[in-house]
Structure formats: C-alpha cells, structure tokens
C-alpha cells in the first residue's frame, strides 16, 4: 500500500500542473481589464500602466506562471489584486466558513442518503420503496441553485425569516450556527444524498442477490444478522468511493450556495475574483481545491482495502 500511496501521490504533480496551467490560460483569455476592475473608471491611463507593472501584468503568461509557481515554492499562493491581502490570509479567514458548510452537508448526506437507500433496499416494492424512490428522484431533478432560492425566499415570505446575517462562529453561538447554515446545507446535500440513496439501493440489491447470502440465510443467520454482517460491509465500497467524490463534488456546489446564502467562504471568493479577474487569487485557489480533490480520491481508494480484506494494492 504505501508503494502504490507514492505512486499516487507523484502522479499528482502533473495533474495539477496542468490544471493550474489551463486555469491560467483560460482566464488570460477573458475579456476584461484587473486594473480597470481594480482601480475604478475614475483612474486614468497612467494609473493603470502602474498598478500593471506593480503586479507584473505585462509580462507574458510564461513569465507570470514561472513567477507564480516560484512564490508557491516559497509559502505564498499569491497576492490579491483587488482586497491587497494574499492569497493564504484570505483563505485562514474564509476556509472556515466553507468547512463547516461542508461537513454540514456531508453528514446530512450520509445520514440521510445510506439509511434510506438500505431501507429502500431490504423492504423492495413496497410502500416505503416506491416514496424512497420518488423522493431520491426529485432531490436528483432539484437544481441546487433553485432549491436554495426557495429555502431562502419562501420562509422569509410565509414566517418572515431569514438566516442569520453575518459570521457567527460554531463557538460563540452554536445553535446560532447551526441555524445560519443549516438551509444553505440542506441545499448543498439535496442532490448529493438522493445519489447515495440510489447507489446504495442498488449495490445492497446486488449484494443480496449472492450465492453467500442465500447460504448464510440456509445456515439460519437472522436477517438482522446477514444485513449488517454480510450485505453492507461488501454493499459500501461502491458507495464509499462516490461519498468520496460527492465530497470533492460538494467543494464545486459550495461557490453556488456560498453566493446565494451570502456566506463568506471560499466559494464566494472565488466567484468575487473571477468577476475581478483577480489572476492570483484564482490561481491559488485552484492549486488549493486540486491538492484536496486529488487527497481525497486517494483517501478513497486506500479505505478499499479497510473494507474488504480482499483487496490489494500492487
């Protein structure tokens, strides 16, 4: 395993290489000024040659990209062209924001997702099966952006509500915070456990259908007993690599709700720095969200081998 972890892990160099090149390039390729976008229309011709120059926006894209990887190399992801804070402070002030709007999501994700997909399973055809099944269907139909409108438009119209404004951290105020974020989560899991429910529908079906399960249930295993010990542990490795990916997937899905709910998180940064063609800071987010894209299919695929006994890295 740890062969094949190295392995893995120098694979990613080039990946993210090349993202962070077609990032940059794609951004180039967009119309708009940084230092008009920066500086205002009240500032003339000159102003903007210097704030230019200031941050070597004449050079070639070559020439930024080398600069940009050579301050990574030293600590420093970069420095924003529109707030004048780098990169790495922006992120210590906004990650956790996005942190817990993430593992919000994740746990009602799974919570959700994995009990009814199995229920869903186990009592086939049924009553229950049939509104696990409709309702899977519609969270997958829902868009995000949609679903988060509604959650935030109409308890302000039927209960005068809104969430509350502003940072409230988890340790101040912990029902306060949870509060702030729990429309915004509910919007992010909404899709993303109506896929887990129908996976793991599907892979405890397949599972069951088994020659080794008809033989412990032959052996006289209660059903309770062949469920968890027999069907789930093999019937979860499908479903563990896409909560994995689901997880990766919800980082994407967090600058829609970030922007809609108003929370300052990552996901709002970054869409504040592409309207501001703030090169840097997009840079460095992307380097940033790929190292934890790519660490979490790795985690993935390692937690195989915890699952089932079987499997073995070469």
């Keep these: 395993m740890r062969t094949y972890a190295l392995r893995r892990l120098l694979l990613m160099v080039p990946v993210i290489i090349l993202v ?8 180039r390729l967009v119309p708009g000024d940084p230092a008009a976008l920066a500086l205002g229309q009240a500032a003339t011709e000159a102003d ?13 894209l070559p020439v930024q990209y080398v600069r ?36 919000y999501s994740l746990f009602l994700t799974i919570i ?11 009592r086939q055809n049924s009553p229950p099966d049939y509104l696990i099944r409709f309702l899977s269907i519609a969270g997958l139909s829902i868009p995000s952006f949609w679903l988060g ?12 509500y809104l969430p509350p404004l502003g940072k409230v ?7 306060k915070n949870l509060e702030q974020y729990l429309l915004p989560s509910i919007t992010l899991a909404a899709g993303a456990s109506a896929g887990i429910m129908r996976l793991t529908r599907s892979s405890v079906l ?16 209660n059903e309770r007993t062949v469920i968890w010990r027999h069907v789930l542990k093999n019937a979860f490795i499908p479903v563990v690599t896409v909560l ?22 990552v996901g709002l940064l970054f869409i504040s720095s592409i309207f501001n063609r703030d090169y840097p800071v997009i840079q460095g987010l992307v380097l940033f969200l790929s190292v934890i894209f790519l660490t979490i299919n790795l985690l993935v695929d390692l937690s195989y081998g915890l699952l089932d006994p079987r499997i073995r890295y070469s």
């Design 244 to 265: 994995g990916l689901q997880a990766a997937a919800l980082i994407g899905g967090a600058v829609i709700i970030e922007t809609i709910f108003n929370l300052q998180g």
């Design 20 to 27: 962070t090149i077609l990032v940059a390039s794609m951004m």
């Design 68 to 103: 940009w990887w050579s301050d990574v190399f030293q600590g420093d992801l970069g420095k924003s062209v529109v707030h004048r804070t780098t990169v790495t402070d922006e992120l210590r002030t906004r990650l956790p924001s996005t942190i817990e709007l993430l593992l």
């Design 112 to 122: 959700v997702g994995v009990p009814f997909g199995v229920l869903s399973a186990i």
């Design 169 to 175: 951290g988890i340790t101040d105020d912990p029902l």
């Design 206 to 221: 397949e599972i069951m259908r088994n020659d080794y399960i008809r033989t412990a249930r032959a052996k006289g295993l």
């Design 48 to 60: 903007r040659e210097k704030f230019r120059e200031a941050y070597h926006l004449n050079d070639s």
């Design 149 to 160: 409108r509604l959650l935030l438009t109409l308890p302000a119209i039927w209960w005068d």
